[in-house]
């Protein structure tokens, strides 16, 4: 009997995409090409970069914090191997969970490499060469993404390394250069430098994190800057020679000039991601893609072939693991016959350093851009009671309101926990609240989270503990 729905790659679009269907009561296989089920998210990205930002940021609190909290320990020390022992155990739990999943939603798994044949058709090649194919009335490609690559620049994973490889160091590099001041770079930037690493981010633009607020990527390289990450922006890294015993990395400034050298024992390129496509044979199925090698497909995720789908890294949009996650839903609900959506307004941003930074909707340079009149209030956690008992008061919340119906827009924060924080700021968009909306919600005190009620507070100048 054919499935109703066969899933290509079991990252976070798939595996959730899977399990919704599965609950809609279809008949569902998975299949994945890797060893483990979760896909980038759980195996070399989200998951083992969190749980060494995790164990980083608490070695180094350990060694500066704790001391004036009263917690003698002495000077802690670093044992790598053993810090990547925890990170690899987080993983390990994770994965297996996935597949505790799909066992308990009678999903079938095939390890191979999916190939669509046909629309209708996946041929399954397995690592031992064992061919298969499995006949199904839908196939969703979540095949997510890969590295991106430089030109002239090779990654062997050992000293020139992806953000695959920095996971995995065995020991901290001396020097680390980093291509690319996005959001994999900083974070995995971060953790090498809490474990002793001498870090510098080289970037082409002439700010950090391309994309977010202005405001708040200024404030944010000023704090990583005070923690000893060295930045040099409007600048390219052009080749690095990787013959001697340090790698020589060739910086030219963006815009033409001299060029410079830089000695690094580690170059990790984190220049963005790439859709993942190799294999799948889209091009013999007819499934169109766009000039960034995207799948294209249409509201209802439904490429221009019919019965073939795509979510996830792989189609436009941020390429984020929730992002994935909710088009899964969607796609198993529409394919159900329901009315599947997602609010592309209303997706959270992440950038796990310290402090963090969380973002939601739209900055002030989209508003402005767009010509729409907003009012702004910002609170800093300089002001809010547990920033101060915790000193954690770096950074702000700063809520941006529609001038004339005062609704929530965007909301942006920098500070301790803001990854957390920022799911209340969605909470409201989604309901379309106001800024009053949130200023008059009771929130617990002392908590961090005050600060975004005294921001909303703010947006009509009547904050009070500012
Ligand atoms: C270092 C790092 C940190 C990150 N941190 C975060 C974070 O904190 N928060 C966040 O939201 N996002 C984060 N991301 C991004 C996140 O991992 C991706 O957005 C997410 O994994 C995309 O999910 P996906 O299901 O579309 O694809 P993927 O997770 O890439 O999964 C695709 C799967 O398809 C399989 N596959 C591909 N082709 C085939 C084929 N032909 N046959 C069978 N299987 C195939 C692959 O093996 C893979 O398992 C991070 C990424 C990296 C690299």
Redesign the pocket.
Known sequence: MPYDLIV????????VCAIRAAQLGMKVAV????KT??????????I???ALLHASELFEESGQLFDKMGIKIGKPKLDLAAMMKFKDEGVDGNVKGVSFLFKKNKIDAFE????IAAPGKVE?KAAGGKNETLEGKAIVI??????ARLPGIDIDEQRIVS??G??VLDKVPGRLLIVGAG??GL??GSVWRRLGSEVIVVEFLDRILPGMDHEVCRQFQRMLEKQGVRFKLSSKVTAVDANGKTLKARIEPAAGGAAETIEADVVLVSIG?VP?????GLEAAGVKKDNKGRVIVDQHFATNVPGIYA????IAG????????DE?VAVAEILAGQAGHVNYEVIPN?V?TFPEIASVGKSEDELREAGIAYNAGKFPFTANGRAKVNHQTDGFVKILADAKTDRVLGVHIVGADAGNMIAEAAVAMEFGASSEDIARTCHAHPTLPEAVKEAALAVAKRSIHM
Request: charged fraction near 20%; charge should be negative.
């Open positions: 290509i790659g079991s990252g976070p679009g798939g595996y299949v994945e090409k890797d089920f979760g896909g980038t998210c759980l195996n070399v990205g989200c083992p970069s969190k191979g490499v999916g190939r399954v979540a095949t997510g993404s890969d590295v953000s695959t920095a996971l959001v994999i974070e995995l991601r993942f496509t190799e294999g799948l979510i996830g890294d792989v941020p390429m984020l693991a929730h992002k994935a996650e899964g992440v796990y």
